[in-house]
């Protein structure tokens, strides 16, 4: 398990080329026009994680199989779009499909691109794009907020309490504001997450900058980091271009081709963590001789329940699960040496996964 993220923005900011980079595939085609993409492309790659390679080393595991992130490369949004502009409410749809939205800003000016707005403006890109998703939702709700209230009037509880969260969030709408800013209680998360709003998503902003500036930024990008800080949401600077570049060099140039431009890792290893960040998702691994592997998980999620991850069966017939932390699985150089120092803990049902947990799972068939 790991995330699903979708890729919007308007044309011409660089999104194909960024997905083309990340998934290292010409599967979304990157021209300078727009709605080049006419169906959301979906790409898959592995999360790079370092702690996999080194425990794959110490089990001597003849196979390393990281967790798998997939994103979404979702047409180009134009204003008007929940209205039918463009490629219209085919393509909102698609958002309600992932699990995280990620917002690409152009941060860059290129003369041989047009901007269909004609002017770069990261934040009133964002604007455009939110706007749309937002009057989506709007409309979405509004067409559905009669039935409900009448059978909350009726006396209908379950309909009542339904009642109470859509008006919550139709406020906030209708006051310009995305509904992910809805405050709402544990109990009526559920109702809430079935309303499927577009805006509900939490979100990536995405500043999509030259080449020049991919290590520090610009002024462009400086602006949507300040809305980002603003609004407690993820940010990330990436440079499409270089990503397209990286993809095509092998480990040891990608290396060198870094090192050169003042970066410490590709923008797909920062894109990651943002998004497991904002998704509160962690990694624990299995080790064994055919294979290190790695799992992902919600932040929170018990022993079972990461059982059942790598199979159903497990987290049915769970008994307890052999843990080792990550630093005492390296520093003890294996599962042997753990045991041996006292450091293989055996955890129940209850147990809290910890992010780098090297866990072997006990169960009843």
Not at 124 to 147: C, G, H, I, Q
Not at 178 to 198: G, H
Not at 240 to 264: H, M, N, V, Y
């Amino acid at each position: 398990m790991g995330f699903k993220c979708g890729i919007v923005g308007l044309p011409n900011v660089g999104k194909s080329t960024l997905f083309n980079a990340l998934t290292q595939t010409a599967a979304a085609q990157a021209a300078n026009y727009p709605f080049c993409t006419i169906e959301p492309n979906v790409g898959e790659v592995a999360v790079p994680d370092p702690r996999l390679d080194t425990l794959a080393k110490i089990g001597k595991s003849a196979q390393i199989i990281p967790t798998r992130l997939t994103f979404v490369d979702i047409a180009g949004l134009v204003r008007g779009a929940s209205k039918g502009e463009g490629l219209g409410n085919q393509f909102l749809s698609h958002i309600r499909e992932v699990d995280a939205v990620a917002y690409v800003l152009r941060c860059f000016e290129d003369g041989d691109i047009t901007h269909v707005e004609n002017r770069i403006d990261p934040l009133a890109d964002a604007d455009t794009v939110e706007t749309e998703l937002m009057l989506s939702d709007l409309d979405s709700l509004e067409r559905r907020v009669s039935a409900t209230e009448k059978k909350a009037k009726q006396g209908d509880k379950e309909s009542k309490a339904l009642f109470d969260v859509m008006s919550a969030a139709l406020a906030l709408l209708r006051d310009g504001k995305p509904a992910r800013m809805v405050k709402i209680n544990d109990e009526q998360r559920a109702m809430f997450d079935q309303l499927q709003l577009l805006t509900a998503k939490p979100i990536v902003y995405v500043a999509n900058v030259d080449e020049g500036s991919a290590a520090t930024g610009n002024s462009f990008s400086k602006r949507v980091e300040e809305r980002a800080k603003a609004e407690g949401a993820a940010y990330v600077v990436i440079s499409a271009k270089i990503e397209s570049e990286i993809a095509q060099l092998s480990p040891a140039e990608r290396d060198d081709f870094l090192a050169t431009l003042g970066l410490e890792e590709p923008g797909l290893n920062r894109l990651i963590r943002a998004g497991y960040s904002l998704l509160h998702l962690i990694t624990f691994f299995t080790v064994g001789p055919k294979e290190a592997r790695a799992w992902t998980v919600h932040k929170g999620a018990r022993a079972p329940q990461a059982a059942g991850v790598i199979h159903t069966d497990f987290e049915k017939g769970f008994i307890r699960a052999e843990t080792i932390a990550f630093a005492d699985f390296v520093a003890n150089n294996g599962e042997a040496g753990a045991k041996d120092a006292g450091k293989m803990r055996l955890e129940g049902k209850e147990y809290v996964v910890q992010d780098g947990d090297v866990m072997h799972f006990r169960f009843n068939t």
